[in-house]
């Protein structure tokens, strides 16, 4: 892993990050999206909310740059910005599927 030359600021960029996803309705809005492209009205349906409030979550996840946008026709779909974001929350999904483990720093909690 490297480390960026400008560490404070990439801190707050990734507990920024952390932070709209640790909302549940959030990422499972981006969980939606995952697999495909997906429309607003589409999302809202899966997920039984609001389109106006699958809107304004999406807004927040884009300019994170969590979701990208395309517009076709008339209708704009959502996905993952990138195979960061899909790698980490696969990666994320595993380590909590993982077994406690026994500590073996011999520091216990």
């Given at each position: 892993?490297?480390?960026?030359?400008?560490?404070?600021?990439?801190?707050?960029?990734?507990?920024?990050?952390?932070?709209?996803?640790?909302?549940?309705?959030?990422?499972?809005?981006?969980?939606?999206?995952?697999?495909?492209?997906?429309?607003?009205?589409?999302?809202?349906?899966?997920?039984?909310?609001?389109?106006?409030?699958?809107?304004?979550?999406?807004?927040?996840?884009r300019?994170?740059?969590?979701?990208?946008?395309?517009?076709?026709?008339?209708?704009?779909?959502?996905?993952?910005?990138?195979?960061?974001?899909?790698?980490l929350?696969?990666?994320?999904?595993?380590?909590?599927?993982?077994?406690?483990?026994?500590?073996?720093?011999?520091?216990?909690?």
């Amino acid at each position: 892993m490297s480390i960026p030359p400008d560490i404070d600021n990439a801190v707050d960029e990734l507990a920024d990050l952390f932070h709209l996803l640790g909302d549940p309705t959030r990422l499972r809005i981006v969980l939606a999206c995952l697999a495909q492209p997906t429309a607003v009205g589409d999302i809202a349906a899966a997920l039984n909310l609001s389109s106006s409030l699958v809107s304004h979550h999406l807004r927040l996840l884009r300019a994170a740059r969590i979701v990208k946008a395309e517009r076709q026709g008339k209708q704009v779909f959502y996905a993952a910005a990138d195979a960061h974001i899909s790698g980490l929350l696969a990666n994320m999904f595993e380590h909590i599927a993982e077994p406690i483990a026994e500590s073996t720093t011999g520091l216990d909690a």
